[in-house]
């Protein structure tokens, strides 16, 4: 059973940035995507940014600009840039795994979760 554990969320100021980690137990056998999902009070959870075993990367509209992914294989770490924070980014921020060559947004698509991590963004 893989573990991801997320980590580096927390506080910041408007315009601030934070970057998370998320530290996979066991490393993928061959194609895989990994992203960064997150869900606000209320709202539904949405995709953020994904990357491929080929290292390509997409971003949502919404933090498109202000957030980057990143992974370092290696250390079988994903990480979520995210720059120019506005306080409509606070949410409870997951990653995922999906054992897959293509990457999106589609949650059913991802069978490795997280527990979050959360961040909140004040004014």
């Known amino acids: 059973q893989v573990q991801l554990v997320e980590s580096g969320g927390g506080s910041a100021q408007a315009g601030g940035s934070l970057r998370l980690s998320c530290t996979v137990s066991k490393p993928a056998s061959r194609y895989y995507c990994m992203a960064w999902f997150r869900q606000a009070p209320g709202k539904e959870r949405e995709g953020v940014a994904a990357i491929g075993s080929d290292s390509g990367i997409s971003v949502a509209d919404s933090v498109k600009g202000r957030f980057t992914a990143s992974k370092d294989d290696a250390k079988n770490t994903l990480y979520l840039q995210m720059n120019s924070l506005k306080p409509d980014d606070t949410a409870m921020y997951y990653c995922?795994?999906?054992?897959?060559?293509?990457?999106?947004?589609?949650?059913?698509?991802?069978?490795?979760w997280g527990q979050g991590t959360q961040v909140t963004v004040s004014s």
């Open positions: 995922a795994r999906a054992h897959r060559y293509s990457c999106s947004f589609n949650q059913g698509e991802y069978n490795s």
